[in-house]
């Protein structure tokens, strides 16, 4: 995992990117991003977007959400989950959920002691399984937070993988059930499967 730098990842001249880690649960350090603003304001306590990414993916891949956000004085953040991206373990598994909850848990005490940016000054924009993950972790430890934004939450249905917020274990070990795919059947646009294999994403079926 790289120590704290600055990366050259594509994103317009309003924030500067780094690259750090945090302590995730049981101390496993778990690696992020930090999209920081060039304008932030002076004198205003620190705003922040947090992102949790989807189960195969990771968090270069919300980059160009940030960017179109448009939130130019605020802060964004966003980590790679166990077994995703930089972060460390098998590819797509985590020991159980409550881990991957505690993680969200140990990285806004990290974002508050780090950047100085408290809970309730932050929203959440969580999709697919990060939104089960944000919800359980609003449920179990109901932090004061500006705002949440569950899209498409991977709650179970008939005849398809999810979890279910109030169980602490996951049905599998995997991190996120999807059916196999390529990278190209994952991203919009060919340009975004390309970044994706470069950000070193997670892919279903590996």
């Not at 992020?32 to 990771?58: C, F, K, N, Q």
């Not at 004085?73 to 972060?87: E, K, P, T, V, Y």
């Not at 990285?107 to 924009?125: D, K, S, T, Y």
């Not at 498409?152 to 196999?180: D, I, L, V, W």
């Amino acid at each position: 995992m790289p120590n704290e730098q600055t990366s050259s990842l594509p994103i317009n001249d309003a924030w500067t990117v780094h690259e750090s880690g945090f302590p995730g649960a049981g101390g496993t350090r778990l690696f992020y991003r930090h999209w920081a603003p060039r304008d932030a304001s002076s004198g205003d306590a620190p705003r922040a977007i947090v992102l949790l990414h989807r189960g195969h993916e990771h968090s270069g891949r919300v980059a160009a959400l940030v960017r179109d956000l448009g939130l130019r004085a605020d802060h964004a953040f966003a980590w790679d989950a166990r077994g995703h991206g930089h972060s460390p373990g098998e590819r797509g598994e985590a020991p159980d959920f409550a881990t991957l909850v505690d993680d969200l848990d140990a990285f806004v005490l990290h974002l508050g002691e780090r950047h100085g940016i408290a809970p309730q000054n932050m929203v959440f924009v969580a999709n697919s399984v990060g939104a089960v993950i944000a919800a359980t972790w609003l449920h179990d430890y109901a932090r004061p937070v500006r705002g949440i934004v569950m899209a498409a939450a991977a709650c179970p249905r008939e005849g398809r993988g999810g979890y279910h917020p109030k169980s602490n274990e996951m049905g599998t070990k995997r991190f996120c059930q999807t059916k196999s795919g390529s990278i190209n059947d994952l991203a919009a646009e060919r340009d975004d499967a390309a970044e994706h294999r470069e950000l070193g994403g997670y892919q279903a079926g590996e």
